[in-house]
Nanobody, 122 residues
Framework: QVQLVESGGGLVQAGGSLRLSCVASGRAFSSYNMGWFRQPPGKEREFVSVIDWSGGNTYYGDSVKGRFTIARDNAKNTVYLQMNNLKPGDTAVYFC???????????????WGQGTQVTVSS
């Protein structure tokens, strides 16, 4: 079992930045690839980014490429999402999730956090 808790969300103006954190407890955090997803109001959950177990490989959704950066610190059991140049379209609940595979599909992720709200005002 892996328990995930996100933090760092909030209200920010367009063009601003936020850094989300996701702390894991339980077994073998460093053996999982970790992803970030988001769910805008009234829409389906969508892929944002994924990082492999070592931190050496990352992949981003097209809508955030060049603005968001994923990173992890296995010593702290934490994965981060640095979000820069935020846009109103980035408004969503952001979730971190753990997977044993390398995939942008929500169905490949076994463990999920409860989410943190990010609201970007224009």
């Amino acid at each position: 079992q892996v328990q995930l808790v996100e933090s760092g969300g909030g209200l920010v103006q367009a063009g601003g930045s936020l850094r989300l954190s996701c702390v894991a407890s339980g077994r073998a955090f460093s053996s999982y690839n970790m992803g970030w997803f988001r769910q805008p109001p009234g829409k389906e959950r969508e892929f944002v980014s994924v990082i492999d177990w070592s931190g050496g490989n990352t992949y981003y959704g097209d809508s955030v490429k060049g603005r968001f950066t994923i990173a992890r610190d296995n010593a702290k059991n934490t994965v981060y999402l640095q979000m820069n140049n935020l846009k109103p379209g980035d408004t969503a609940v952001y979730f971190c999730a753990a997977t044993g595979s390398w995939s942008p599909s929500v169905y490949e992720y076994r463990y999920w956090g409860q989410g943190t709200q990010v609201t970007v005002s224009s």
